[in-house]
């Protein structure tokens, strides 16, 4: 397994601010370079590539940025459900408000000529309604009838 050039193509430059493999890179050993690539093998020489530090010093220091972001991103994301809670309140309140207003647009109650109480369909309630005294003495005359 020795180097075979393939690797240059996927060299990374050293990133400002940030570590190196706390910005994604990984080293070959046999290459002895630093690659941006995503597998766990060089694409050149086929070597286990490094994702840590071996440095005690190094180490302690990715370890730290990676709680940093970890906090970053668990901060982020409470406040993105927080926004996310409010939205679906608020939507839901329109909502509301507004099958009310097409509610009261679209059904209102009127009473029934015999008994007074409010109906959305008032006639269909006064051909049953107790208190229609038509309705009851022709309902008496045909079961007589239908008796006999």
């Known amino acids: 397994m020795t180097c075979k050039g393939i690797c240059v193509r996927y060299k990374a430059q050293k990133p400002v601010g940030t570590g190196r493999y706390a910005s994604g890179q990984r080293r070959c050993q046999i290459c002895e370079i630093f690659i941006k690539w995503e597998g766990l093998w060089c694409p ?13 010093k190094y180490k302690a220091k ?6 940093a972001d970890s ?3 668990a901060a982020a994301t409470e406040i993105e459900s927080e926004v996310q809670e409010v939205t679906v309140k608020a939507k839901s309140k329109a909502k509301i408000a507004k099958t009310k207003a097409t509610k009261s647009k679209t059904k209102e ?4 000529k ?4 409010l109906f959305v369909y008032p ?5 049953n309604c107790k208190k229609n005294t038509e309705v009851i003495s022709s309902q008496k005359s045909e079961s007589i009838a239908i008796k006999a």
């Open 44 to 56: 050149c020489c086929g070597y286990r590539l490094r994702t840590k530090p071996r440095n005690l």
């Open 109 to 112: 109650k009127t009473p029934c």
């Open 62 to 67: 990715l370890r730290a940025r990676v709680e």
């Open 71 to 73: 906090m970053e991103a």
């Open 114 to 117: 015999y008994c007074e109480k």
């Open 123 to 127: 006639d269909k309630h006064e051909k």
